[in-house]
C-alpha cells in the first residue's frame, strides 16, 4: 500500500497559477512502476479525473477541460508527483486527491487506482 498526502490547495482569484504535490511513501513495498493520478470532486458531483502519468514521466493523460492549462509531473527520486495549474477558473473548484496505480499504465477511471490521499481542498473566487 502506497501512502499519499497531498498539499497546496488554498484560496486564490480567478486567473491565479497554483500547484499541488503529493508526497508518496510506500510502507515495505517499493514506488517503482506505479502510476499516477489527479482527481478532483466538487459538492455534489462525482469524482472527476484531471491528470495523468506514467512511472517514467513520459506518458501523461489529461481531459480537455484542463488542457493547456494543467500539468502533471513526478520525481521519483523524492517520491514526489505534483500538479501545476494555471489560468483558474472559479468551476475548479474542489477537493483534489492524488491517486496511485500499482500498474505503469494511465487510466482515466478512478476505480483503476488503489491508493488515494486526504485530498486538499482547492478554492477559486471570482
Known amino acids: 500500500q502506497v501512502q499519499l498526502v497531498e498539499s497546496g490547495g488554498g484560496l486564490v482569484q480567478a486567473g491565479d497559477s497554483l500547484r499541488l504535490s503529493c508526497a508518496a511513501s510506500?510502507?515495505?513495498?517499493?514506488?517503482?512502476?506505479?502510476?499516477m493520478a489527479w482527481f478532483r470532486q466538487a459538492p455534489g458531483k462525482e469524482r472527476e479525473f484531471v491528470a495523468a502519468?506514467?512511472?517514467?514521466?513520459?506518458?501523461?493523460s489529461y481531459p480537455d477541460s484542463v488542457k493547456g492549462r494543467f500539468t502533471i509531473s513526478r520525481d521519483n527520486a523524492n517520491y514526489m508527483v505534483y500538479l501545476q495549474m494555471s489560468a483558474l477558473k472559479p468551476e475548479v473548484t474542489a477537493v483534489y486527491y492524488c491517486?496511485?496505480?500499482?500498474?505503469?499504465?494511465?487510466?482515466?477511471?478512478?476505480?483503476?487506482?488503489?491508493?488515494w490521499g486526504q485530498g486538499t481542498q482547492v478554492t477559486v473566487s471570482s
Open positions: 491517486a496511485a496505480r500499482n500498474t505503469d499504465t494511465i487510466t482515466e477511471r478512478p476505480d483503476e487506482y488503489q491508493d
Open positions: 502519468i506514467s512511472w517514467s514521466g513520459i506518458l501523461k
Open positions: 510506500a510502507s515495505g513495498r517499493t514506488f517503482s512502476g506505479y502510476a
